[in-house]
């Protein structure tokens, strides 16, 4: 509450002030002089806001560009380019007729070389048999089937080399024996005629005894050309000198004219493609060489470098060891030399080939 002790009364002989019009509240803070107690009104003048000074705008300075000294060209606006999608246009279907397919021909077979010309030659088959051979077409005999099992092996031998990766080589055989008549023509023949029975091989009898030749007179054919002359004379292919025979699969090359030069020509490069020829497209062609003796003549080394089997014949009542030895170093340039035992009368064993078919030897 208000301490009303502190508030002033009026004086004695003050007579309050009536305001007229006034409230009374107004009279009594009047009458009371509570008036006194505020301080005094201030003088508050109203605040007059002068009038925006409103500025006339000056007008913009024109500007003048100066006039060219000359009259440029009218520039023509760059053109407006305006990108049209591009008509598809859907080419018509168009027929092709296939491109032909490529015929897939084989290549043909590699072809035996053209050996056998003039022919076929006959081979006197009653000559063979009065001269103790095996006789094309002939029975069974003892000779027959002892060359049968010779020629096997030497086939067994030629299909060895050529799995090991031999080359031509391997389809050559030399026939030959330390002495002259030790029967080195007589196996070579037999031979000869035995493999051309063989259902799958065919054989080239080569009379490569130049200085003695027996092979045409045995088989009773004719002479002519042959090894010797393709080896002087380059321009001859030796498949032109074969003779074909009326036997089938056998073929016979005669030896040619006789010269002294004979190991001269063998041990030439020449050679080497001469033999070659002989067996190319051929490769079921065996090829045997009949031989000078080796101990006698000089050709028979110079072959043995040129074939892979030899076979020397070793007569059974003429034939000495050292003999045999020394033919057979001679033979060395062949790495496969085997022995053949011609005209042997005793058997350990007791064998008597050919009588099992009773046509007995």
């Known amino acids: 509450m208000t301490d009303q002790?502190?508030?002033p009364l009026p004086q004695d002989g003050e007579q309050p002030v009536e305001v007229p019009g006034a409230s009374l509240i107004e009279r009594a803070v009047e009458s009371f002089g509570w008036g006194k107690l505020s301080p005094p009104p201030l003088d508050i003048k109203p605040i007059v806001r002068p009038e925006p000074v409103r500025y006339q705008s000056?007008?913009?300075?024109?500007?003048?560009?100066?006039?060219p000294d000359f009259m440029p060209a009218a520039i023509e606006p760059?053109?407006?380019?305006?990108?049209?999608?591009p008509e598809v246009i859907e080419p018509e279907p168009v027929a092709i007729a296939p491109e032909p397919v490529a015929e897939i021909v084989p290549a043909p077979a590699a072809e035996p070389s053209p050996i056998a010309a003039g022919g076929p030659h006959r081979v006197d088959r009653e000559h063979l048999r009065r001269q103790g051979f095996i006789v094309p077409e002939g029975n069974v005999t003892a000779t027959l089937e002892e060359f049968r099992i010779v020629k096997r092996q030497l086939l067994l031998n030629a299909a060895e080399l050529k799995r090991q990766g031999g080359d031509a080589k391997a389809q050559r055989v030399l026939i030959c024996s330390p002495h002259p008549g030790e029967g080195k023509t007589y196996c070579a023949v037999n031979l000869a005629l035995?493999?051309?029975?063989?259902k799958e091989s065919e054989v080239l009898l080569v009379d490569a005894d130049f200085a003695k030749p027996s092979v045409l007179s045995a088989l009773g054919l004719?002479?002519?050309?042959?090894?010797?002359d393709a080896l002087a004379?380059?321009?001859?292919?030796?498949t032109e000198l074969v003779l074909a025979t009326d036997v089938p699969g056998l073929k016979v090359l005669p030896a040619g004219d006789a010269t002294t030069s004979d190991s001269e020509y063998l041990s030439s490069s020449r050679t080497a493609t001469v033999l070659d020829r002989l067996t190319q497209g051929a490769p079921n062609r065996i090829v045997i060489f009949d031989s000078p003796p080796a101990l006698a003549a000089s050709p028979a080394a110079e072959l043995a470098q040129y074939v892979g089997q030899a076979l020397v014949i070793c007569r059974?009542?003429?034939t000495g060891q050292q003999s045999l030895e020394d033919a057979i170093s001679l033979l060395s340039g062949c790495p496969n030399i085997q022995l053949l035992l011609?005209?042997?009368?005793f058997s350990p064993s007791g064998r008597r080939f050919g009588a099992y078919y009773g046509y007995g030897a």
Request: zero cysteines.
């Open 222 to 228: 004719p002479g002519g050309r042959g090894l010797m």
């Open 5 to 7: 002790t502190k508030i």
């Open 342 to 345: 011609n005209a042997a009368n």
């Open 78 to 85: 760059d053109p407006v380019v305006v990108e049209l999608e």
């Open 316 to 318: 059974a009542d003429r």
């Open 58 to 67: 000056e007008p913009a300075p024109e500007i003048v560009e100066p006039e």
């Open 233 to 238: 004379d380059p321009s001859l292919d030796v």
């Open 194 to 198: 035995s493999i051309a029975a063989e």
